[in-house]
């Protein structure tokens, strides 16, 4: 058992954000994620900041992220042999999700990609895989362009359906960008580069902000009538509703995009008979793979794809946690929970999980063990709550 001061030593190595004393002024309870004191919640509670970021405006302080730049003319290019994703392809201005691979096809990491034009490419990777990804993407690219880490700057997301409304009295002209796209502005008096995205289904905008300004810029944000401090767990929540993956719990380096259910995020160019098919880690398996997920009659090929990322539904009020096992009426075991929650604005139990390929149709019927109990569980499609991104 840890003493009282192993402990107290293990809170004190936690890096702090640049918002980390800004979170005590208003109450939040602090805990250790991805390397760092992490607000979890503030007084008001993890439900009704969900509601709040539902109905509202949420400002959530997200600067463990990771984010570099990768410059010169071979950027794109080069970045493009990592992942299964169209970079080239990306307009100046535009964003798109990206999926890390290692060489068996396995996830290493998901992250945003930003082309910010004059052949630069700006980077948002996940907090706990930032130190392992610049690693990788040095030692693999670092030969074709310059990969500039920028850890001097933090990362706000401002969440919920007046988010734009709240941006655009303070930096006019903000509310022309739609989703994925984005471009450098001022707020208030405060520089930053923002785009009209995020983690919780609903419209709103990522700001990268020098750290010295962020939290003049966090005060300003919170000053506005519709905005409030939103934590780690209403973040958990909104995201699993919008059925968004948590790296770590729902992706892995054992895990294909495949087998996650993010076919969506391989563009036709990089796939079997596109302009540039393959030439990413892993690319054989993974087009074994993407034949497998329709198979020649359109279903599924169960011996090459043998398991998928699926919704669940639970038939009974039991909340069904991260880890538990899923079984058949006969008891065999066919899949485990990766995520889990009563959904607040759904108000019943949901889950993700990876379950055997004969069992990812929605309407399937299956029984999650919890505490020695079945409790049925029907595979249902996602996001739970549909999404209210502006397109324009």
């Not at 997200?62 to 071979?74: K, N, T, Y």
């Not at 709103?204 to 020098?210: D, K, L, R, T």
Request: some cysteine; hydrophobic content about 45%.
């Amino acid at each position: 058992m840890a003493s009282s001061a192993d402990t107290a030593n293990a809170a004190t190595d936690l890096r702090q954000t640049p918002l980390h004393a800004l979170h005590i002024e208003l109450g939040a309870r602090m805990v250790p994620f991805a390397g760092y004191s992490m607000p979890v919640q503030y007084p008001a509670g993890l439900m009704a900041e969900h509601r709040h970021t539902r109905t509202a405006a949420g400002l959530f302080d997200i600067s463990h992220m990771g984010q570099l730049r990768l410059v010169g003319p071979d950027a794109a290019a080069a970045l493009e042999t990592l992942m299964p994703v169209d970079v080239i392809g990306l307009a100046p201005g535009k964003q798109r999700y990206g999926l890390l691979l290692n060489d068996d096809g396995g996830i290493v990491d998901d992250l945003m990609f930003f082309n910010e034009g004059h052949d630069s490419l700006f980077l948002i990777v996940n907090g706990a895989c930032k130190e392992d990804d610049l690693a990788l993407i040095q030692r693999k690219i670092g030969h074709r362009c310059q990969v500039q880490p920028l850890p001097e700057h933090a990362l706000l997301a401002l969440q919920g359906p007046q988010a734009a409304a709240v941006l655009a009295r303070l930096s006019p002209g903000i509310e022309r960008f739609v989703f994925m796209t984005g471009g450098a502005v001022k707020i208030g008096d405060v520089p930053a580069f923002a785009t009209r995205s995020g983690y919780t289904g609903e419209d709103g905008f990522e700001i990268s902000v020098a750290a010295a300004d962020a939290e003049r810029l966090a005060r300003l944000l919170l000053a506005q009538p519709e905005v409030q401090p939103i934590g780690l767990g209403a973040r958990n929540s909104l995201r699993l509703e919008a059925g968004l993956c948590l790296y770590g719990n729902d992706l892995d380096p054992t895990t294909t995009p495949v087998e996650a259910s993010l076919t969506w995020a391989i563009q036709k160019v990089r796939r079997a008979g596109g302009a540039r098919e393959g030439g990413f880690p892993g690319a054989t398996k993974l087009m074994a793979q993407l034949a497998a997920s329709t198979g020649a009659a359109g279903r599924l090929d169960h011996e090459t794809l043998k398991r998928k990322r699926v919704g669940l539904v639970a038939l009974e009020r039991v909340p069904v946690r991260e880890g538990t096992v899923l079984r058949n009426a006969e008891g065999t075991d066919v899949g485990l929970v990766t995520s889990g929650l009563l959904g607040p604005t759904v108000d019943r139990p949901i889950a993700m999980a990876y379950v055997a390929t004969a069992y990812a149709e929605p309407g399937t019927r299956i029984d999650a063990i919890v505490r020695g109990k079945a409790v049925p569980m029907e595979v249902t499609q996602m996001p739970f709550v549909l999404a209210r991104y502006f397109r324009g």
